[in-house]
């Protein structure tokens, strides 16, 4: 019988790999390190070097599957997850809190209202083709947006919920007096201290803003509908 000698490297290997792998066998058993003892096993010449081939394919196994799971290496990419994501005090969330019912609704009325942009002014009218008056605007835009509003200007401010200028939302109207005391004239407010309106000084649809001279000193008051 032929007898191998083991250098005493190898053999110092066997014995530390003994001591700390024997808990773990079991467990490399399954490995992909498994596969690669076999196949550099199978590729060994000869039978009389296949012993020593596999016993230093088992301890090379052993000993980086040893490393491999100490070290817990693993080719996956960890992913934090990000702590500030969905947070209710977040800039996303603040913003979405803040979109009502009602400035999603204001928000219809002016995309509506921006349609009309360019259709002439003509007191008393009521057509979109021949023309149509501040009020008459404000009363088809709203019937758009499914809201029934009164005809003239006077009726639209005395309907609707009271609103302080400071408290303006989008689609609110806003009031005037110009030819005659009172409400005579109307639009919607667009944000921005800006508004949409009929105007009779512009002669069709048109946007204004409320820092303009004459509508600061005619303004008299706003009424919200949604």
Not at 28 to 36: F, M, N, V
Not at 189 to 206: C, E, L, P, R, W
Request: proline content about 4%; charged content about 10%; hydrophobic content about 40%.
């Amino acid at each position: 019988m032929k007898i191998y000698r083991i250098p005493m490297t190898l053999f110092l290997l066997v014995n530390l790999c003994v001591t700390m792998i024997m808990p773990t066998t079991a467990v490399l058993a399954a490995s992909p390190l498994e596969t690669l003892a076999q196949t550099m096993s199978s590729s060994s010449s000869g039978s009389s070097g296949s012993s020593s081939s596999n016993l230093l394919n088992v301890l090379l196994g052993l000993l980086l599957g040893n490393i491999l799971g100490k070290n817990n290496i693993s080719t996956s990419p960890v992913v934090s997850p990000n702590p500030t994501f969905n947070s209710k005090s977040g800039s996303s969330a603040s913003t979405e809190a803040t979109l009502s019912t009602g400035s999603e609704k204001g928000k219809a009325l002016i995309a509506t209202a921006k349609t009309y942009l360019g259709v002439p002014y003509v007191f008393g009218g009521e057509s979109v083709t021949t023309g149509l008056d501040c009020s008459s605007f404000t009363q088809l835009v709203m019937k758009d947006n499914g809201i029934t509003l009164p005809r003239t200007a006077a009726e639209q401010y005395a309907m609707g919920t009271a609103v302080d200028k400071a408290n303006l939302q989008v689609g609110d109207l806003v009031f005037f007096t110009t030819y005659k005391p009172g409400a005579s004239h109307v639009g919607f407010y667009m944000g921005n201290n800006q508004f949409i309106h009929d105007s009779s000084a512009a002669k069709q649809v048109t946007i204004s803003s409320l820092s303009d001279t004459f509508y600061t000193e005619h303004y008299i008051g706003a009424r919200r509908y949604i």
